[in-house]
């Protein structure tokens, strides 16, 4: 295993997989109800009691990160899901058809690619009803274009490979050539890119919900932390150290894991 | 090349009439009724009717939006539903302001991604070349509004040295914080592509011959190697540059800047239709000029792509 030699990676790899623990056991190991108000504990500072402090409505920050980690993973985890499969399938229609109904998805791809990402994500989220479904929907339309590309790209060169004439002569049908010889060629590249993007969507995600355009309150994300801590940033700057750590700890982390898997799968692809 | 510069012209207008599509339509699709948001919900009937009348929301969706692309090509973006104003002034007047954080953010990130890359390629094997790819690393995976927030306690609340927020008629201080936020992304980007370009020149036999004329280590990285590396580097400087035209909605918000991000932001919070539509517009027209451009630089920087394109 290349991964327990790189000290980096192996690291990344255990904060993420501890990131993952945390947020799917968030209800058995948080010290306090993320969403208990208590009144006669506002603002205290890092402590025993509350490790990371209290914030403006007395309740503590450790708590709502470790709830905070559920939504920050599974949007930005879904998005991932989505948007891959969305541009996966586009780009796989694109490249190995071609014509017109690659000029026509080519087109929807340079239409999405001239928006500024972050305000379409922002347009998206403001126009639907608030909340975490508004925010993976968002994710999701702006990110399938760039993945689209990706893949038409690599179908076209896949298409061009002597296997995948081998396999028309063989009498396979279209359908037949690129479902079973093109797409598990050009999954593991889907993979890797997708895998990168993953630390992109978490930031996304934190992003919009600090617009408080994300999963509405009470519901604790990360971002919308942030963003009540920033009244406070001088007499409680814990409020925004510590959920703006959790974010950095985990995009660093899945960043770094994404590298190793690309550089792992296809050095070919090393930025 | 100007054949191709005109094709690339041309391409642009289905592009341009598809973002315009794609906005109205999203816009029009939209619950939430702006007539009713302007005079609240429990105005009665007819002055709500009226206001729509003014706005000319009681017409069919496609005369609308025919009607707003006349708008549009004579350079009229509309008003906007809540102080009046022709949104093609304002946003000449944010502009500015957007252009001037974004071509200081471009500059602290050029400047500090190339030499950090430049340092992680040059010593990768080192401690100096690892901790340089380190902080590139945590460059990208930064929250920007998060740091944008730190730099502020920091430097600004607790050591006094910078202003925290404001525009500060202009004086030059009040750039430094939001610019450094703004870059910090596209500085680690930018020092990421120039370590691997960086690794690639250097173990090209020119570079191999330089030495061997016996020039110094640091004419052959910094005549030799880095030059030719920076290909790539121009590209990535111009995307950016061109993503922060559209202003940059988070780092303005934090720091109080008033650009075209925050004017975005605010028309969106506010439902304000043709405000959304006209930075939306004038943000990917921006956006798809600049790439434009560095299409065209390349091809004057890198000979090779001119002629694989005439051929």
């Known amino acids: ?271 | 090349m100007h054949a191709y510069i005109l094709k690339r012209l041309l391409l642009f207008i289905p592009t341009l009439l598809g973002v315009t599509i794609v906005t109205f339509f999203l816009m029009k699709a939209v619950p939430g009724d702006p007539a009713a948001g302007m005079v609240g919900e429990r105005a009665p009937k007819e002055v709500v009717e009226r206001i729509k009348r003014d706005l000319g929301e009681d017409r069919p969706v496609i005369i609308q939006y025919i009607g707003y692309l006349g708008l549009i090509l004579k350079g009229e973006l509309g008003r906007s539903y809540y102080t009046d104003r022709a949104i093609a002034e304002d946003i000449l007047e944010k502009l500015p302001n957007t252009f001037k954080l974004a071509l200081a953010a471009t500059l602290f990130a050029t400047i500090a991604g190339i030499i950090l890359g430049v340092v992680s390629a040059v010593f990768r094997d080192s401690f100096l070349g690892k901790t340089a790819s380190l902080i590139a690393l945590w460059g990208i995976s930064l929250p920007v509004f998060w740091v944008g927030l730190i730099l502020m306690l920091v430097f600004a609340l607790i050591l006094h040295w910078l202003p925290p927020s404001g525009m500060g008629g202009g004086a030059l201080i009040y750039l430094v914080l939001p610019a450094s936020t703004l870059g910090i992304h596209s500085a680690a980007y930018i020092s990421r592509i120039t370590r691997s370009s960086m690794l690639e020149v250097l173990s090209k036999p020119y570079i191999e011959t330089a030495r061997a004329k016996g020039l110094s280590e640091f004419s052959v990285i910094m005549k030799h190697a880095l030059r030719n590396a920076l290909i790539p580097i121009v590209t990535l400087i111009g995307i950016d540059f061109g993503s922060y035209l559209n202003g940059s909605v988070l780092t303005e918000t934090i720091f109080g800047w008033d650009g075209m991000g925050r004017y975005a932001l605010d028309g969106i919070m506010k439902r304000d239709y043709p405000v959304i539509m006209g930075t939306v517009l004038v943000g990917a027209v921006v956006f798809v000029a600049i790439n434009l451009l560095v299409d065209l630089s390349y091809s004057y920087l890198d000979p090779r792509i001119r002629t694989e394109r005439k051929g």
């Open chain 1, 1 to 271: 295993m290349r991964i327990v030699k790189d000290k980096i990676a192996l690291s990344a790899a255990v904060f993420a997989s501890g990131i993952i623990l945390v947020a799917i056991m968030a209800p058995l190991i948080s010290p306090y109800d993320p969403l208990s108000i208590d009144l006669d504990s506002l603002r205290m500072p890092p402590s025993l009691q509350h490790l990371f402090g209290t914030d403006n409505k007395g309740r503590d920050v450790l708590s709502r990160i470790m709830y905070g980690a559920r939504v920050s993973l599974s949007v930005a985890v879904i998005a991932t899901v989505v948007s891959m499969s969305i541009g996966l399938s586009l780009g796989l229609l694109s490249g190995y058809l071609g014509g017109k109904v690659d000029a026509v998805i080519t087109m929807l791809i340079d239409i999405v690619m001239a928006f500024p990402s972050l305000l379409l994500a922002i347009g998206i989220s403001a126009v639907l009803p608030p909340g975490l479904y508004t925010v993976i929907i968002a994710l999701g339309v702006v990110g399938w274009a760039s993945f689209a590309r990706l893949m038409r790209g690599t179908v076209l060169t896949i298409k061009g490979l002597p296997y995948v004439e081998s396999a028309r002569a063989l009498g396979c049908s279209g359908y037949r050539v690129a479902l079973w010889h093109i797409l598990p060629n050009a999954l593991p590249i889907a993979i890797v890119v997708a895998s990168l993007r993953i630390g992109g969507f978490i930031l996304a995600e934190a992003s919009l919900s600090f617009l408080g355009l994300g999963a509405q309150p009470p519901m604790p994300t990360w971002g919308s932390m942030i963003s009540s801590g920033r009244g406070y940033i001088l007499s409680a700057p814990w409020m925004v150290i510590a959920p703006g750590l959790a974010i950095a700890i985990t995009t660093v982390s899945f960043n770094i894991l994404g590298d190793h898997l690309r550089d792992a799968m296809d050095p070919n692809l090393r930025v």
